[in-house]
C-alpha cells in the first residue's frame, strides 16, 4: 500500500522545492520553454501533497505547459503553484485549470520585473565594476571575475528565496499588491534607465580605440587622436556603442557576430598599422 499523508507543506518541503528550481533553466525547450524546469521544481511538492498515482501524474501534466519567465522571479510562481497544489489536494474547493491561470497571468510581470532589475540593472553593475578591477591590475586579476561570480549567485540565491517562500505563504495576496500599486510598471521604467546610464558610464571607461596615425608638417607634428580628443574626447568609442546599437536593435544582428566582427577588425587594425593597443 501506499503511504498516506495529510497533504500539508512543512518548511522542509519548501526548502526541497527551493532547491530543486536550481536547475530550473537548464532544461528549458524550444517547445515548451521552461517547462521541465518548473516540473523538476515542483517534483517535492507534487509527491508529498498527493498519494494517488492518478492525481500526481495529471499535476506533472499541469505543469508540463508552456511556461516562460526570468528564472528568479519564477520563484513566485513556483511558491504560489505549491500553495494551489497543497488547497486543491486537502481542500478541493479551486478549479484545477485556476492552477496554469495564474501561471499564466504572473509570466509576463515576472519576467518584465526580473529582467529589469536582475539583467538589466544589476548584471551590467557588477560586470562593469568587475572590468574596470581586470583593466586596473592590467589583465592580471582574477579578483573582479571571482566578485561578480559570488555577487550575482548570492543574489540570484535572495531572489529565489523570497520568492518561492513568500509565494507559498503568502500567495496572490502579493501579486494584487503589486498590480494595484503599478510597482512593476515604475520599477521597469527605472530599472531601464539605470541600466542605460551604467552602461553609457562603463563604456567611456572601458571601450577604447587609439588611432597611432601622425602627420608632420615641417616642424608641425599633427596626431590624429590628440586631434579628435580635443574636439570631443571619447568620441571614437561613443560612435562604436552606438553603431553596435543600431547594428543590434534595427539590424537586428547576433551580438556574438558583433564581438567576432570587432576583435577581428581590433586585430587587423593593430596589424596594419591604423589602430593602437
Known amino acids: 500500500m501506499e503511504q498516506t499523508n495529510n ?12 532547491w530543486s528550481q536550481m536547475f530550473f533553466e537548464l532544461g528549458s525547450s524550444a517547445l515548451k520553454m521552461e517547462a521541465p524546469g518548473f516540473v523538476t521544481a515542483m517534483v517535492p511538492i507534487i509527491e508529498k501533497v498527493y498519494d494517488k498515482k492518478e492525481d500526481k501524474i495529471e499535476a506533472y501534466k499541469r505543469h508540463s505547459e508552456y511556461y516562460l519567465s526570468e528564472g528568479r522571479a519564477a520563484g513566485l510562481s513556483i511558491g504560489i503553484a505549491a500553495a494551489m497544489e497543497e488547497r486543491l489536494a486537502t481542500e478541493n474547493d479551486i478549479e484545477v485549470e485556476s492552477i496554469n491561470a495564474v501561471k499564466s497571468a504572473l509570466m509576463g510581470p515576472l519576467a518584465a520585473l526580473g529582467d529589469s532589475i536582475f539583467h538589466g540593472t544589476l548584471r551590467p553593475l ?4 568587475a572590468c574596470s578591477l581586470v583593466v586596473a591590475s592590467n589583465y592580471t586579476s582574477m579578483v573582479g571575475p571571482l566578485i561578480f561570480v559570488f555577487v550575482m549567485t548570492a543574489i540570484g540565491f535572495i531572489i529565489r528565496y523570497y520568492a518561492t517562500f513568500q509565494g507559498y505563504y503568502k ?17 521597469t521604467k527605472l530599472a531601464g ?9 562603463f563604456s567611456y571607461g572601458l571601450v577604447s580605440i587609439n588611432i597611432p596615425i601622425e602627420y608632420t608638417f615641417e616642424t608641425t607634428v599633427v596626431s590624429i587622436q ?12 561613443m560612435l562604436l556603442i552606438v553603431l553596435m546599437y543600431y547594428l543590434m536593435a534595427k539590424k537586428k544582428i547576433n551580438p556574438i557576430l558583433l564581438l567576432l566582427g570587432c576583435m577581428a577588425f581590433g586585430i587587423l587594425g593593430v596589424y596594419c598599422g591604423f589602430l593602437a593597443v
Open 171 to 187: 500567495g496572490v495576496q502579493i501579486v494584487d499588491a503589486i498590480q494595484n500599486s503599478g510597482l512593476i510598471h515604475r520599477v
Open 226 to 237: 590628440e586631434m579628435l580628443d580635443s574636439l570631443c574626447p571619447g568620441l571614437l568609442p
Open 193 to 201: 534607465i539605470a541600466a542605460f546610464l551604467l552602461v553609457g558610464g
Open 7 to 18: 497533504g500539508r507543506l512543512t518548511k522542509k518541503d519548501i526548502w526541497k522545492c527551493f
Open 126 to 129: 557588477f560586470a562593469g565594476i
